[in-house]
């Protein structure tokens, strides 16, 4: 098992232990599994899964960064919200809102920024399954 440490800039979002993590780094996707080499990995906004029991529980990561070592691993997230979670009809919003931003650009929206907050809200939906 993997002893497992979750915290966001709000604090300790989850502690426990895990079968498996699987992820998305800014080098590609990756599943971490017990006595896995240890790895220190910057997060992309993704679909993290823990296998918790018997199944696999979907999280909406907005980045941040993993390490693992010796089956304990840390993941400072910048956001984290489980399926359950996630207002679906928010996300729906926030996702029709980056989209109208990216159309209009002007001098006062940061392309950057609406993307970001685009691939958010596309994140949160996939996670959520709609």
């Not at 497992?4 to 079968?19: A, D, F, M, Q």
């Not at 699987?22 to 990995?41: C, D, K, Q, S």
Request: net charge positive; glycine share 8%; hydrophobic share 40%.
């Amino acid at each position: 098992m993997i002893k497992i440490k979750i915290i966001t800039p709000l604090g300790l979002y989850k502690e426990g232990e895990v079968g498996g993590v699987h992820v998305r780094t800014v080098e590609g996707e990756t599943t971490i599994l017990p006595n896995h080499m240890p790895i220190v990995a910057m997060l992309t906004t993704c679909k993290c899964s823990l296998m918790e029991g018997s199944e696999y529980k979907d999280y909406a990561i907005a980045g941040g960064l993993l390490q693992f070592a010796d089956n304990e691993m840390r993941i400072l997230a910048d956001a984290i919200e489980g399926r359950e979670e996630i207002d679906i009809e928010r996300a729906r919003r926030a996702k029709q809102r980056a989209e109208e931003r990216l159309k209009k650009m002007d001098n006062r929206t940061s392309m950057k920024r609406a993307e970001v907050a685009l691939a958010k809200a596309i994140n949160r939906i996939k996670v959520y399954g709609g």
